[in-house]
């Protein structure tokens, strides 16, 4: 008797531990199927700007060299640099004591002109002589309006005053007394890649930024394309013009130019639904089924990059939709919870 109740003991010693195992391994199952929770998106096809980014230095529109023919010397700088200066205005005085003789040999070849013309109109002189006359008056007055040019220099355009290479007192020769450059507006000149020489037309617009301004956009246009294409770097130049009516921007500033040139239909997605692909430069994403709720893998070629999004050139169709959290761990194939 004791030896049955003895193993009626062990059985049921056995019988309580395979339970207890057969509760564990229930449960351990049940913690497997729980779903992993995703939320998503659905991708969307909308008319998205193509446009492309070149880098180029801002340039002043045109740059003079205030300059004297002749080495005379310095009488006078009315200018600084930083100024603005005006067309036709008087920027440099030199040394104009060569005026006084030129001007008296410019009035007194101009009295022989006048009377060898009155006494050629009357026979009283000939031909050569009355062009001998004048042709003396011309040279004349050509020598002393050179003098002239050269000792009061002027601005051609209005601008601001970048260079001083002399002081008053100096002999000017050389180098430019001053620099002039005219910077409403201002040009940046970029090269174009050849594929674009069908697409950028004058006139069409571009936004502008500068390291200067951070992210803040200037709006300009395309002011001129060369027509040849550099067989070295396939690339053609073109000049971009900013109005610059503020003057903010200035020659030798760094710039970025973005240039739209079309627009197309695209599927876009949310940049939190790309992936990279570990030891590649692949991107995926993870696009929901929800006749199954299952998510599988899609290898995409992404467009451009949109504040936060991304537009889609393939690997995603229009309507998908797409898993934008918690797709860290999830496989392809697996069933899954979306998130309320």
């Not at 594929?195 to 246009?221: H, Q």
Request: net charge neutral; with cysteine.
């Amino acid at each position: 008797m004791k030896r049955v109740l003895k193993s009626l003991l062990i059985v049921c010693a056995v019988a309580g531990v395979a339970c207890s195992g057969n509760e564990k391994k229930q449960q351990a199952v049940e913690e497997v199927q729980e779903l992993s929770k995703v939320s998503v998106a659905t991708a969307t096809r909308r008319n998205v700007t193509q446009s492309v980014s070149f880098t180029g230095t801002v340039e002043a529109q045109v740059v003079n060299n205030i300059a004297s023919q002749q080495p005379l010397r310095i009488t006078k700088i009315l200018v600084d640099v930083g100024d603005h200066v005006q067309a036709g205005q008087t920027l440099v005085t030199l040394d104009n004591s060569s005026l006084v003789q030129a001007a008296a040999q410019l009035e007194n070849s101009k009295k022989e002109y006048e009377r060898a013309k009155e006494l050629y109109e009357f026979g009283g002189a000939s031909k050569s002589e009355y062009d001998g006359r004048k042709l003396s008056y011309e040279v004349a007055k050509s020598a002393y309006n050179n003098l002239v040019e050269n000792t009061t220099l002027v601005s051609p355009v209005s601008g601001v005053v970048s260079a001083r290479n002399f002081d008053v007192g100096d002999m000017a020769s050389g180098l430019p007394v001053l620099v002039v450059e005219q910077i409403r507006p201002v040009k940046i000149m970029i090269n174009v890649s050849e594929s674009l020489f069908s697409k950028v037309k004058k006139g069409m617009k571009v936004y502008v930024t500068l390291d200067a301004y951070g992210d803040e956009k200037f709006a300009g246009r395309i002011a001129r394309i060369y027509p040849t294409i550099n067989n070295a770097t396939r690339t053609f130049q073109v000049e971009v013009s900013l109005p610059n009516n503020d003057e903010r921007v200035r020659p030798g500033m760094f710039a970025r130019v973005t240039l739209p040139y079309a627009t197309v239909s695209r599927v876009i997605i949310s940049d939190r639904a790309v992936n990279k692909l570990m030891g590649s430069g692949d991107r995926y994403v993870f696009i929901y089924n929800p006749a199954d709720s299952t998510v599988r893998y899609s290898k995409v070629e992404l467009g451009q990059h949109m504040d936060y999004e991304y537009e889609v050139l393939s690997g995603v169709e229009n309507g998908d939709h797409v898993v934008v959290r918690g797709q860290l761990g999830v496989t392809s194939g697996e069933k899954v919870e979306l998130n309320k």
